[in-house]
């Protein structure tokens, strides 16, 4: 079956470390896309990628880095200059970011000590 | 201020209950997804439409393009489809979510 997969689904980390979330999707698609999800807001872009070995800022890429080195994976490295980064992330992919239906992982809970 | 606006943002129905969802934009779109996201968080895609209405089971999404704004509609609800409801918009290529809104069933 196709689809996205997020890993760990939960993860706890001390202040000061970096940890990296795997995405990996195996739907054919050029888009993919780093949410972030804090209680009673919208979802907001960290980074997205249309093409292999390509990516963009999102709206609050500060303190995050992604790589793109196969069109499958996307990874996002939440690094210990993320002031904030207890929160719950999402990735996503379509086919096309503008007519193309969206899927989604399960989704990557971090909690920082 | 959110170019995506829906409500009510919490929602509680008993088993049975015809249930709307609204949601509003200010942006011209290309597409516009109705996205359910389950308490466990993961999100799966429920509709996308361009214009007109579409039905899945009891499920039913219409959007008026002119008036800019879109509804959910739940016929015949059941507790299983307590979750959050998520309107997003694709618009030149970005994507832009409403806040959801949080539905509960109860039998």
């Known amino acids: 079956d196709g689809g996205i997969t997020q890993s760990p689904k939960y993860l706890f980390r001390k202040e000061g470390q970096n940890v990296t979330l795997s995405c990996e999707q195996n739907l054919n698609h050029d888009a993919m896309y780093w949410y972030r999800q804090d209680p009673g807001q919208g979802l907001r872009l960290i980074y997205y990628?249309?093409?292999?070995?390509?990516?963009q800022k999102g709206d609050i890429a500060e303190g995050y880095s992604v790589s793109r080195e196969k069109k499958e994976s996307f990874p996002l490295t939440v690094t210990s200059a993320q002031k904030n980064p207890t929160a719950f992330y999402l990735c996503?992919?379509?086919?096309?970011?503008?007519?193309?239906?969206?899927?989604f992982g399960e989704g990557s809970r971090l909690t920082v000590l | 201020k959110n170019e995506v606006e829906q409500s009510p943002q919490n929602l509680t129905a008993q088993e049975g209950e015809f249930i709307t969802i609204n949601c509003s934009y200010s942006?011209?779109?290309?597409?516009l997804h109705w996205l359910q996201q389950h308490p466990g968080g993961g999100i799966v895609s429920l509709f996308m439409l361009s214009s007109g209405k579409k039905k899945h089971g009891r499920l039913i999404a219409t959007i008026n393009i002119q008036e800019k704004h879109s509804s959910l509609h739940i016929t015949a609800s059941h507790p299983r489809d307590s979750a959050v409801y998520i309107c997003a918009v694709s618009s030149w290529g970005k994507l832009q979510f409403g806040a959801g809104t949080q539905v509960v069933v109860t039998p």
């Open positions: 942006v011209g779109i290309s597409a």
């Open positions: 990628s249309q093409i292999v070995n390509d990516f």
């Open positions: 996503a992919s379509t086919i096309n970011r503008d007519t193309g239906e969206l899927f």
